[in-house]
């Protein structure tokens, strides 16, 4: 008796083969996360009638994900808020509105007043090596 591939036996069992390839370094996570956010959006069609249909919603999605999306890697600001400078401003209005509720309702705040997440100071597809200590590598 021999045996078979494993590709024929996964076959068999009914086990899809995929082609996605999870936690290899090459792989975009931004644009796996945008594309995410694109197929899951409750309005993508199942199959877009023409390129032309595909070029429409997409414009609309790119509008919405960089204006309107609230990014949870960008402290839920928009890709918008943040390229264009208004970060700070975002933040600090936040911030008023969270003093504001906490002030109102101190008791649904168990853990104290709220702060608004911040803004990270760098993002990166893969984090750089960090750079040898001057001091310890001359001795």
Known sequence: MTSKPVALLMADLGVTKTHSRP??????????????????????P?????????????GDFFRWYNEEHHHAG????TPHDVHHGLADARLAARATV???AFAAHPER?????????????????????PLPN?????H
């Open 134 to 138: 001057s001091q310890g590598a001359a």
């Open 23 to 44: 936690h290899v370094s090459n792989d975009n996570p931004f644009s796996e996360a945008h594309f995410k956010t694109l197929k899951y959006r409750p309005d993508f």
């Open 109 to 129: 705040f168990s853990h104290g007043p709220p702060k608004p997440q911040a803004l990270p100071n760098a993002v990166w597809i893969n984090n750089p090596a």
């Open 74 to 77: 960008l402290g839920l600001l």
């Open 98 to 100: 969270l003093e504001a």
């Open 46 to 58: 199942r199959v877009f009638g023409c390129l032309q249909d595909a070029h429409g919603f997409c």
